[in-house]
Structures are given as structure tokens and as C-alpha cells.
């Protein structure tokens, strides 16, 4: 198909940074706040903090490329990164632990359905989680296991998304294995939501639910060398 848009980035210094909705805060800690995450970008990477205070919380850091165009829901879009997690995850880690590594691909549809559509998955790296390791995909209700355990470890993996709204079609390959499930979501959002069609391509993580006593760990995670296209093979008029 004819390329619409193309953009890519070593790393995401482009992006904008917002607290997302994986939040906890103690009895005594104040609520999550911007000041709780942050985006740290170097030459070839950007780094993903959560809760960069130790606070007893659990922090949502979502960083996401945000296009506004009406294009967004009639052309097929294909995104990549690599993501790597910096420290071997251990029960024994008390400085380097998170929750969960996720991602996702977007386009909210305001004036017309209201609905964001896209695909997205959730890793769990919590050690101490019953889920640890497990791979999840979001079905525009909440997280649906793919049926796939990934082992933590401290190498690069690569995740493509494929997403196309006309056909409701969306596809995750991770590290070169496309997953054969359609994981196309619809998720209605809040009212307060804008009235523009907005495109987004996200990379998260969220720091580690907090015990009750004891040290609680940042989580950071390197996210690098995106790229996102959009394509349409619908004649111009």
C-alpha cells in the first residue's frame, strides 16, 4: 500500500508523558502525581521511570507519540520498538523492580463513535506476581491472557503492531513470532474525552506494587529505534 505518513526516532524525545491509570497509593502517601514519573532521553534511547521518589505507590508512566488527522482511522498503521529491561528482575532486587512493561496503538475516534480503537499488551515483571511472566492483550474491557509466558531477562525484544480499524483487524508480534489472535479492541472512554480524531503510539510500565514495609523499588525500562506508518490504497480523489 501506498506510505500516507512515516516517522521514526532513535529515541522518544518527541513524545509527550502523562500518568496513566495503573495507580495505588498507602494509607499516608498522597495520591500518584506527575512528580512520581518521568522520561529520561540520551542519544540512543529514552528511559521510562516509575516512581522515581520510592514512594509507597505504584506508578503508571505512559509515554506516547500523538498525531491528530481524520486520516487515522481509514489508513493501516504499523508501529515498532525495542525494549529492554535494565536489571535482572529478582526477589532479592530491592533498588530494581516494576510491575508491568506494556504498549499499545491507538486511534480515538471523537466525533463520530466515541470508541479508541487499537490493540495493546501488558508483560508482567512483578516476581512476587501470580502472573509474573505472563503475556496479556487488551480486549476494551480489561487484560486477556494470550495464552504466552515471556522470561525476563536483559536483551532487547522487538514488538510490531498492526492495526486496522475498516477491516477491525489488529495483530502483536513479538520478537519476530506474530501472534495469529485478532486482539482489534473498542473501548469507550470517558465524556471528558476530546472531540478530535487522535492517533496515539504508547510505551509504558508501572512500578511495583509496594509491600507494606521495606524498600520500595524505581522501575525503568529503555525504550528505543521506533518507527510508525500509516498506508491507504484507496485511490486519491
Request: hydrophobic share 35%; aromatic share 12%.
Amino acid at each position: 500500500m501506498p506510505i500516507t505518513r512515516s516517522e521514526s526516532g532513535v529515541n522518544l524525545s518527541t513524545w509527550e508523558v502523562v500518568v496513566g491509570d495503573g495507580l495505588y497509593h498507602a494509607s499516608g502517601e498522597a495520591p500518584v502525581n506527575d512528580g512520581d514519573i518521568k522520561t529520561v532521553h540520551r542519544t540512543r534511547k529514552s528511559v521510562l521511570k516509575a516512581n522515581i521518589l520510592n514512594r509507597r505507590i505504584m506508578a503508571h508512566n505512559i509515554t506516547f507519540r500523538r498525531i491528530f488527522d481524520t486520516i487515522a482511522m481509514t489508513d493501516r498503521h504499523v508501529a515498532k520498538y525495542r525494549f529492554k529491561i535494565p536489571y535482572t528482575i529478582s526477589t532479592a532486587n530491592i533498588d530494581r523492580n516494576g510491575q508491568t512493561v506494556e504498549g499499545g496503538l491507538f486511534v480515538w475516534d471523537g466525533p463520530a463513535t466515541r470508541l479508541d480503537y487499537g490493540l495493546a499488551f501488558q508483560w508482567v515483571t512483578n516476581p512476587w506476581d501470580p502472573a509474573y511472566k505472563q503475556l496479556s492483550y487488551w480486549d476494551g474491557n480489561g487484560w486477556s491472557d494470550l495464552g504466552v509466558s515471556l522470561e525476563p531477562d536483559t536483551r532487547y525484544h522487538d514488538v510490531t503492531y498492526e492495526l486496522d480499524i475498516p477491516n477491525a483487524e489488529a495483530f502483536l508480534t513479538m520478537d519476530g513470532i506474530r501472534f495469529n489472535q485478532n486482539i482489534f479492541s473498542q473501548t469507550p472512554k470517558a465524556p471528558d474525552w476530546g472531540t478530535d480524531v487522535e492517533a496515539r503510539f504508547q510505551a509504558e510500565t508501572i512500578s511495583l506494587f509496594p509491600a507494606e514495609t521495606g524498600p520500595v523499588p524505581l522501575q525503568r525500562i529503555n525504550f528505543k529505534n521506533w518507527s510508525w506508518e500509516w498506508s491507504n490504497d484507496t485511490p486519491a480523489v
